[in-house]
């Protein structure tokens, strides 16, 4: 049963049917899924939540697809807890962890828009699927496409890190590794996209694509026991997952299902590629483009689709927005491994030392409750840190080399 | 005509400068504007470009060597 209404102009509200288009065809705004609320209020509750398999479709009425769903049953769900030891590190009382590094299939929360891209694709009929990525997405995309039999042409920027091009070659997809950087690569996909009668999930899927991030949303309240915290660190790169996450707890506040949100955004960046942060601090309302040059190649989106919206929901919730150098995101990467035994990749390390320094700036209070977003997989991107972690102890194999070199 | 929807990011120093007319006429491009918002810095604008296939890329050109960044909305629309 579907309980989509259509989609609606971020910006100027006109109404659009559910169809494979993301622009508005007066102003241009892009278009964002709408739905019956009415209808999904009372029918959906804690109890009906809880009562279905572990997976993201556990949300299936505010997720936009008409019929049922036919990818992604085994992803979402993923471990929430609290962080004690990172938490003593960084001085604060009650912190968090929601932990997509190990998101089913592929090991970083974009399984989850995937899965709702796939599952919406199939049923507007396309049996190619396209993606310009920073790497996580085309990794998810090329896997879940094959479970799912369709064709998958992926197209990434040439400089990616081995383990995200292996991640993908894997599945077989048509991988074309285009000589620029992300955003260079989203173009030539857009135009790409007006020749092919291709699904493109973060082009002309991309309204449906987007609301899977709310599962993450949902998720943390639902782990937290149907309520949401204070603060929350999200890392950005188009700053999709951020707005998303703050629609899933506005939606579920509106079923009914948790108390009225007071949480907190704040989006964490790279310094190398900060539009976003650039923006909140300036107090602008524009994005400014830049040239991303970053360790943190997954979040290197220097022209953010959603960058205005994200600096809209920080600016609203009374959030804030900082940067971390590379040579912080290494320092924090070590940081969680070593305190949480989690090894996240590059996009986590930006989280974990965005929000030291919020905290350390006091931006974000000591005593409440904060969740940092943990997004990917540190080994995917193990030539991060590779230089900066020592090496094993080298031994013979006898007794007295292991007692001449192994101190503890 | 082909068609192409872009989105300009103006810099502070040509906010006040009729760079659009000046491309229009330059390059025989119609523009046809749908939003626009400015800053006291920056100047943001969506707009539709229609000409030849030819002209709609010199107009481009044009605005990109004023130092304005032109970022695709959607892949060209050929009619
Ligand atoms: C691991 C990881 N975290 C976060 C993000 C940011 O997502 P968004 O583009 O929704 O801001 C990405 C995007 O590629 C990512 O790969
Ligand atoms: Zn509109």
Known sequence: ?408 | MPKKIVQLIFPQKLIKKPVIYTMALKCKVMPNVRRAKVTESVGEMVLELEGTRENLEKGVRFLTKQGIKVEPVVGDVIE
């Open chain 1, 1 to 408: 049963m579907s309980f989509i209404k259509g989609l609606r102009c971020r910006e100027c509200g006109r109404e659009f049917p559910a169809k494979a288009i993301f622009v508005c065809e007066y102003c241009f705004g892009s278009l964002e899924v709408d739905y019956d609320y009415e209808r999904i209020h009372g029918r959906l509750t804690r109890q009906l939540i809880e009562s279905r398999p572990a997976n993201i479709w556990r949300y299936r009425e505010l997720l936009p697809i008409d019929g049922d769903p036919t990818v992604g049953f085994h992803t979402g769900m993923t471990p929430f807890y609290r962080a004690d030891r990172l938490g003593h590190a960084l001085g604060v009382k009650e912190l968090y962890i929601k932990d997509d590094s190990v998101c089913h299939p592929t090991l970083s929360f974009k399984d989850r828009v995937v899965s709702v891209a796939l599952s919406r694709a199939k049923e507007l009929g396309f049996d190619t699927v396209s993606c310009a990525s920073t790497g996580n997405l085309a990794n998810s995309v090329s896997a879940l496409a094959a479970h799912a039999g369709m064709k998958r042409v992926i197209f990434i920027p040439a400089d990616l890190e081995m383990g995200k091009v292996i991640g993908s070659l894997i599945y077989a997809p048509r991988l074309v590794a285009v000589e620029g950087n992300y955003d260079e690569v989203n173009r030539l996909c857009a135009e790409v996209a007006a020749r092919r009668k291709w699904a493109f999930v973060n082009i002309n899927i991309r309204p449906y694509y987007a609301e899977g991030s709310k599962t993450y949303g949902f998720e943390i309240a639902e782990q937290m026991g149907w309520k949401t915290p204070r603060h929350i660190v999200v890392p950005a790169a188009s700053g999709s997952l951020l707005v998303k996450i703050r629609k899933g707890f506005k939606e579920l506040h509106k079923m009914g299902l948790i108390p009225q949100p007071e949480t907190r955004f704040y989006a964490a960046q790279a310094q190398g590629c900060a539009p976003i942060v650039t923006a909140v601090q300036e107090g602008s309302d524009i994005i400014k483009p830049v040239k991303p040059k970053t360790i943190a190649k997954s979040l290197a989106i220097g022209n953010p689709a959603d960058g205005y919206y994200a600096a809209d929901a920080i600016r609203e919730t009374n959030g804030w927005a900082a940067e971390a150098s590379d040579e912080e995101i290494v320092d924090a990467m070590k940081l969680l491994a070593q305190t949480e035994g989690i090894f996240t990749e590059t996009a986590g390390g930006v989280t974990v030392a965005v929000a030291k320094k919020l905290i350390e700036g006091k931006r974000i209070p000591r005593d409440e409750s904060i969740v940092l977003c943990i997004t990917g997989q540190g080994l995917k991107t193990q030539e991060a840190v590779a230089d900066h972690i020592g090496k094993p102890i080298r031994i013979k194999p006898t007794l007295s080399s292991f007692e001449e070199h192994v101190k503890l």
